[in-house]
Protein backbone atom coordinates (compact mmCIF):
# COMPACT_ATOMS: atom_id res chain seq x y z
CA UNK A 1 0.00 0.00 0.00
CA UNK A 2 1.67 3.19 -1.23
CA UNK A 3 -1.17 5.46 0.49
CA UNK A 4 -0.42 8.17 3.41
CA UNK A 5 -0.58 5.79 6.80
CA UNK A 6 -0.85 7.09 10.37
CA UNK A 7 -0.02 5.38 13.59
CA UNK A 8 -1.55 4.30 15.93
CA UNK A 9 -5.52 4.99 14.40
CA UNK A 10 -7.54 5.49 18.11
CA UNK A 11 -5.63 6.28 21.47
CA UNK A 12 -6.78 7.36 24.49
CA UNK A 13 -4.82 8.88 27.14
CA UNK A 14 -6.06 10.65 30.76
CA UNK A 15 -6.10 14.41 30.82
CA UNK A 16 -1.96 15.60 31.26
CA UNK A 17 -0.84 12.96 29.49
CA UNK A 18 1.24 13.62 26.89
CA UNK A 19 1.19 11.84 23.22
CA UNK A 20 2.95 11.25 20.30
CA UNK A 21 1.22 10.29 16.36
CA UNK A 22 3.09 9.33 13.63
CA UNK A 23 2.26 10.15 9.90
CA UNK A 24 4.64 8.52 7.01
CA UNK A 25 3.24 10.20 3.80
CA UNK A 26 3.53 8.58 0.14
CA UNK A 27 7.00 8.53 -0.41
CA UNK A 28 7.63 10.77 -3.28
CA UNK A 29 5.74 13.60 -2.02
CA UNK A 30 7.96 16.48 -0.03
CA UNK A 31 4.60 18.07 1.19
CA UNK A 32 3.13 17.12 4.84
CA UNK A 33 0.09 18.74 6.23
CA UNK A 34 -1.74 17.86 9.54
CA UNK A 35 -5.24 18.73 10.43
CA UNK A 36 -7.15 18.46 13.29
CA UNK A 37 -10.99 17.55 12.91
CA UNK A 38 -13.55 17.59 15.55
CA UNK A 39 -16.80 15.90 15.59
CA UNK A 40 -19.37 17.52 13.14
CA UNK A 41 -16.71 19.81 11.84
CA UNK A 42 -14.41 20.29 8.71
CA UNK A 43 -10.99 19.51 9.25
CA UNK A 44 -8.43 22.80 10.36
CA UNK A 45 -5.65 23.12 9.15
CA UNK A 46 -2.66 22.90 11.72
CA UNK A 47 0.95 22.77 10.32
CA UNK A 48 2.46 22.28 7.30
CA UNK A 49 6.02 20.85 5.70
CA UNK A 50 8.02 21.05 2.77
CA UNK A 51 10.89 18.20 3.40
CA UNK A 52 11.74 18.78 6.83
CA UNK A 53 11.19 22.76 7.10
CA UNK A 54 8.32 23.42 8.91
CA UNK A 55 7.03 26.57 6.98
CA UNK A 56 3.55 27.60 8.47
CA UNK A 57 2.05 26.85 11.71
CA UNK A 58 -1.85 27.78 12.84
CA UNK A 59 -2.43 29.71 15.74
CA UNK A 60 -4.88 26.71 16.30
CA UNK A 61 -1.56 25.11 17.51
CA UNK A 62 -0.87 26.06 20.86
CA UNK A 63 2.43 25.49 22.33
CA UNK A 64 1.26 22.19 23.80
CA UNK A 65 1.47 21.01 20.28
CA UNK A 66 4.86 20.14 18.43
CA UNK A 67 5.37 18.66 14.74
CA UNK A 68 8.80 17.65 13.62
CA UNK A 69 9.66 15.72 10.20
CA UNK A 70 13.33 15.65 10.94
CA UNK A 71 14.73 13.53 8.00
CA UNK A 72 12.11 15.09 5.28
CA UNK A 73 10.17 11.39 5.24
CA UNK A 74 7.72 10.76 8.19
CA UNK A 75 6.26 13.06 10.81
CA UNK A 76 5.24 13.36 14.32
CA UNK A 77 2.74 15.36 16.04
CA UNK A 78 2.96 15.39 19.83
CA UNK A 79 0.58 17.03 22.35
CA UNK A 80 1.69 17.73 26.07
CA UNK A 81 -0.32 18.09 28.89
CA UNK A 82 -3.11 16.92 26.52
CA UNK A 83 -6.75 18.33 27.55
CA UNK A 84 -10.19 17.32 27.04
CA UNK A 85 -10.23 20.07 24.49
CA UNK A 86 -8.29 17.94 22.52
CA UNK A 87 -10.24 15.07 21.38
CA UNK A 88 -10.57 15.27 18.06
CA UNK A 89 -9.37 12.98 14.99
CA UNK A 90 -6.05 14.43 13.64
CA UNK A 91 -5.45 13.77 10.03
CA UNK A 92 -2.01 13.82 7.85
CA UNK A 93 -2.25 14.79 4.27
CA UNK A 94 0.88 14.68 1.52
CA UNK A 95 1.43 16.27 -1.78
CA UNK A 96 3.92 16.08 -4.32
CA UNK A 97 4.22 20.18 -4.87
CA UNK A 98 2.58 23.17 -3.35
CA UNK A 99 -1.33 23.72 -4.73
CA UNK A 100 -1.50 20.07 -5.88
CA UNK A 101 -3.72 17.45 -4.74
CA UNK A 102 -3.73 16.12 -1.37
CA UNK A 103 -3.78 12.94 0.14
CA UNK A 104 -5.17 11.83 3.28
CA UNK A 105 -3.75 9.97 5.66
CA UNK A 106 -6.78 7.21 7.96
CA UNK A 107 -6.66 9.76 10.81
CA UNK A 108 -5.68 9.11 14.41
CA UNK A 109 -8.76 9.67 16.58
CA UNK A 110 -7.54 10.93 20.05
CA UNK A 111 -10.05 10.76 22.92
CA UNK A 112 -8.86 12.61 26.35
CA UNK A 113 -10.92 11.56 29.39
CA UNK B 1 -11.37 36.38 7.46
CA UNK B 2 -11.11 33.39 4.73
CA UNK B 3 -15.04 31.57 4.48
CA UNK B 4 -15.89 28.30 2.64
CA UNK B 5 -20.09 27.59 3.47
CA UNK B 6 -21.85 24.97 2.19
CA UNK B 7 -25.15 24.64 2.04
CA UNK B 8 -27.39 22.95 3.25
CA UNK B 9 -25.57 21.36 6.31
CA UNK B 10 -27.73 18.41 6.74
CA UNK B 11 -29.95 17.02 4.32
CA UNK B 12 -32.50 13.85 3.98
CA UNK B 13 -33.73 13.07 0.72
CA UNK B 14 -35.50 10.05 -0.63
CA UNK B 15 -33.72 7.65 -3.45
CA UNK B 16 -33.79 7.95 -6.84
CA UNK B 17 -34.90 12.04 -6.15
CA UNK B 18 -32.18 14.77 -7.57
CA UNK B 19 -30.36 17.61 -5.21
CA UNK B 20 -27.73 19.84 -5.15
CA UNK B 21 -25.03 20.61 -2.74
CA UNK B 22 -23.66 24.23 -2.88
CA UNK B 23 -20.08 25.38 -1.85
CA UNK B 24 -19.28 29.41 -1.63
CA UNK B 25 -16.03 30.68 -0.78
CA UNK B 26 -14.93 33.72 -0.04
CA UNK B 27 -11.51 34.35 -1.95
CA UNK B 28 -9.87 34.00 -5.16
CA UNK B 29 -9.17 30.28 -5.84
CA UNK B 30 -9.30 27.67 -9.21
CA UNK B 31 -9.06 24.88 -6.98
CA UNK B 32 -11.29 23.05 -5.22
CA UNK B 33 -11.96 19.40 -4.21
CA UNK B 34 -15.13 17.29 -2.89
CA UNK B 35 -14.34 14.58 -0.40
CA UNK B 36 -16.87 11.86 1.33
CA UNK B 37 -16.14 11.18 4.53
CA UNK B 38 -18.09 7.75 6.42
CA UNK B 39 -18.66 8.12 10.32
CA UNK B 40 -15.17 7.58 12.10
CA UNK B 41 -13.32 7.69 8.70
CA UNK B 42 -10.98 9.46 7.03
CA UNK B 43 -11.36 11.83 3.57
CA UNK B 44 -12.00 10.01 0.17
CA UNK B 45 -11.26 11.92 -2.59
CA UNK B 46 -14.14 12.23 -4.74
CA UNK B 47 -13.72 15.36 -7.53
CA UNK B 48 -10.26 17.85 -8.29
CA UNK B 49 -11.78 20.69 -10.21
CA UNK B 50 -8.87 23.28 -11.42
CA UNK B 51 -10.41 25.68 -13.51
CA UNK B 52 -12.98 27.97 -14.12
CA UNK B 53 -15.62 25.70 -15.95
CA UNK B 54 -14.59 22.13 -14.82
CA UNK B 55 -17.04 19.74 -14.70
CA UNK B 56 -16.86 16.13 -13.23
CA UNK B 57 -18.45 13.47 -13.30
CA UNK B 58 -18.51 9.59 -11.71
CA UNK B 59 -21.93 7.32 -11.27
CA UNK B 60 -24.59 9.54 -9.53
CA UNK B 61 -22.51 12.45 -8.57
CA UNK B 62 -21.51 15.51 -10.75
CA UNK B 63 -19.32 18.45 -9.55
CA UNK B 64 -18.90 21.59 -11.39
CA UNK B 65 -16.70 25.02 -10.39
CA UNK B 66 -17.49 28.27 -11.02
CA UNK B 67 -14.81 30.79 -9.98
CA UNK B 68 -15.81 34.23 -10.95
CA UNK B 69 -19.03 33.37 -8.65
CA UNK B 70 -16.55 31.36 -6.36
CA UNK B 71 -19.26 28.84 -6.20
CA UNK B 72 -19.10 24.97 -6.50
CA UNK B 73 -21.70 22.30 -6.56
CA UNK B 74 -22.47 18.89 -6.17
CA UNK B 75 -25.27 17.46 -7.92
CA UNK B 76 -26.77 14.04 -6.98
CA UNK B 77 -29.04 12.02 -9.00
CA UNK B 78 -31.26 9.34 -8.27
CA UNK B 79 -29.67 8.70 -4.95
CA UNK B 80 -29.33 5.70 -3.13
CA UNK B 81 -29.11 4.29 -0.02
CA UNK B 82 -24.75 4.19 0.09
CA UNK B 83 -24.71 7.98 -0.43
CA UNK B 84 -25.40 8.36 2.70
CA UNK B 85 -22.14 10.17 4.22
CA UNK B 86 -20.82 13.68 4.84
CA UNK B 87 -19.68 15.65 1.87
CA UNK B 88 -17.30 18.72 1.87
CA UNK B 89 -15.50 20.82 -0.40
CA UNK B 90 -12.19 22.07 0.28
CA UNK B 91 -10.52 25.03 -1.29
CA UNK B 92 -7.20 25.22 -1.86
CA UNK B 93 -5.82 28.86 -1.50
CA UNK B 94 -2.50 30.83 -0.97
CA UNK B 95 -1.53 32.39 1.74
CA UNK B 96 2.25 31.91 1.78
CA UNK B 97 1.94 28.40 1.48
CA UNK B 98 -0.92 26.22 0.26
CA UNK B 99 -3.37 25.13 2.42
CA UNK B 100 -6.86 23.80 2.45
CA UNK B 101 -9.51 25.41 3.76
CA UNK B 102 -12.48 22.80 4.51
CA UNK B 103 -16.44 23.57 3.93
CA UNK B 104 -18.53 23.27 6.98
CA UNK B 105 -19.91 19.81 5.41
CA UNK B 106 -23.23 18.50 4.43
CA UNK B 107 -24.56 15.29 6.02
CA UNK B 108 -26.39 13.53 3.65
CA UNK B 109 -29.11 10.67 4.82
CA UNK B 110 -30.64 9.12 1.82
CA UNK B 111 -34.06 7.50 3.03
CA UNK B 112 -34.85 3.69 1.77
Redesign the interface.
Known amino acids: DTGVSQDPRHKITKRGQNVTFRCDPISEHN?L?W?RQTL??????LT?F?NEAQ??KSRLLSDRFSAERPKGSFSTLEIQRTEQGDSA?Y?C?S?LV??S???????T?LTVL | ELK?EQNPLFLSMQEGKNYTIYCNYSTTSD?L?W?RQDP????E?LF?LLSNGAVKQEGRLMASLDTKARLSTLHITAAVHDLSATY?C?V?I?S??????????TRLKVLA
Not at chain 1, 40 to 45: H, I, K, T, V
Not at chain 2, 96 to 105: E, M, R
Open positions: RYYGQGPEFYQLEMLASGGEQFFGPGR | VRYYGKSLSVFADWGTYKYIFGTG
